[in-house]
């Protein structure tokens, strides 16, 4: 210390000194006086702005604050949710800026993640009254898109949960390629909010038989996504494969599961940027092969094998028989049949025997509604018991 402020005191280099000295001196008042003004002008647009709402023009350039500002705006265009569901994109253009992972992967800011409810509808939601009640509560947690018949035209009150959250959407198919489409418009729509961070898709005739705390735990601590993939060696399994698919796809990859999916986000991105696998499902799984059957559970299979828990938390009922699923109404909703639905399976979760097998079940009709919200409380734990009208 003592030595630095002797050579300073020293004197050793003289010349440079009193140079050195004058012109920052001037420098620095010249400055001081741009400093005081751009602060003067800031003062005044910062009022203006404030209670006139006036955007000064001589802020932008003198404010030095301004780029700080901007910063923190851009990070923020990044993190929020888009403010409108009903953008211009083209399938190609949504799935490109849906494919976007940051590399670094610690979140910068405090993340919440969401889950997000995809539906896949033909157009109105009968149950909505069971989901609204089932989300009741959880704001800040959930996230819904709906993918209906462009044609349908939603009318929900501005309170509820469903309340534009439709998608841009387009003819969908059963059995063909157009069904897997709308999949991924669903899924590439709701990754574009970087807090959702599982993916859930369901049709108008699903119910949730948990009560959300019980079904985000149940997300958010898995190590797997819920992708129905099985090697069914039968001919509606491996005799729908195709040769031709080889080599990107082969035989002993082939893989057949129910559509109904509930995938994490890094599963989501990797269905949405998929251009691989796409071309040879939409060429060679036509008609009888049923591409919503297999084209999800082979490609992940493939992609991603080690993430899958090769089952589907949504629960159907083959038993009937036939081409399709049973359809449960009013009749069929009584305490013992939610029961059986909720505990009646073994499974693996991260690894461990559990008989919390299914979250979801499908199919219920319009007429399930008034018992399903009359026994929601006691037996699937949501809901407020209703008062009895008479007292
Ligand atoms: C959800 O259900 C579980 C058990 O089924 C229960 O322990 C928990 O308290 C419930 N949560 C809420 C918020 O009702
Ligand atoms: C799976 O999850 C459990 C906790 O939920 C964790 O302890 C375990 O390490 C995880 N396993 C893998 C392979 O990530
Ligand atoms: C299919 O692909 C897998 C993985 O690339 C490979 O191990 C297997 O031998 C292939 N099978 C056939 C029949 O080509
Ligand atoms: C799911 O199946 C794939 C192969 O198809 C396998 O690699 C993976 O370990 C399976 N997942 C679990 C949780 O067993």
């Known amino acids: 210390m003592q030595s630095r402020v002797l050579t300073l005191e020293d004197g050793k280099e003289p010349l440079q000194r009193p140079q050195a000295k004058a012109l920052p001196m001037r420098i620095v008042k010249v400055l001081a006086f741009f400093l005081c003004l751009g602060i003067v002008f800031s003062a005044i647009s910062v009022y203006l702005t404030r209670y006139y709402g006036v955007y000064s023009v001589v802020s932008k350039p003198l404010v030095g604050l301004q780029p700080c500002i901007e910063a923190m705006d851009a990070l923020t265009r990044w993190i929020k949710p888009p403010s409108s569901l009903m953008h211009t994109m083209s399938d190609e253009e949504l799935l490109w800026r849906a494919s976007f992972v940051p590399r670094v992967k610690k979140y910068p800011f405090q993340r919440v993640p969401k889950v997000a409810f995809l539906f896949l509808t033909i157009g109105p939601l009968p149950l909505a009254p069971l989901w609204e009640t089932f989300l009741k509560g959880n704001e800040g947690l959930y996230s819904v898109y709906i993918h209906s018949l462009p044609s349908y035209r939603a009318e929900f009150p501005s309170s509820s949960a469903f309340y534009h959250r439709q998608i841009p959407s387009q003819v969908s198919e059963w059995g063909k390629m157009s069904m897997c489409d709308a999949e991924r418009r669903l899924l590439a729509n709701a990754l574009?909010?970087?807090?959702?961070?599982?993916?859930?898709?369901?049709?108008?005739?699903?119910?949730?038989?948990?009560?959300?705390?019980?079904?985000?735990?149940?997300?958010?601590?898995?190590?797997y996504s819920y992708v129905g993939a099985f090697d069914d060696q039968g001919p509606f399994g491996r005799g729908r494969y195709n040769i031709l698919m080889a080599p990107e796809v082969n035989i002993s990859q082939w893989r057949k599961g129910s559509q109904w999916f509930e995938v994490n986000r890094e599963l989501a991105v990797t269905m949405v940027r998929d251009t691989i696998f796409y071309p040879k499902f939409e060429a060679f799984c036509k008609p009888h092969c049923y591409v919503d059957e297999h084209y999800f559970p082979t490609m992940l299979t493939i992609e991603a094998p080690h993430l899958l828990a090769n089952r589907t938390v949504t629960w159907v009922d083959w038993s009937r028989g036939g081409a399709h699923p049973a359809t449960f109404g009013r009749v069929d909703i009584t305490e013992g049949f939610l029961k059986r639905i909720r505990e009646g399976n073994t499974c693996l979760y991260n690894d461990q025997p559990t008989d919390i097998c299914h979250l979801f079940a499908r199919k219920f009709s319009p007429s399930a509604l008034e018992p399903l919200l009359q026994l929601a409380p006691g037996h699937l734990g949501f809901g407020d018991r209703r008062e009895d009208p008479g007292t």
């Open 192 to 223: 574009l909010d970087i807090s959702n961070e599982w993916f859930i898709l369901l049709s108008e005739s699903c119910i949730p038989v948990y009560n959300f705390s019980t079904i985000y735990q149940y997300f958010m601590r898995s190590n």
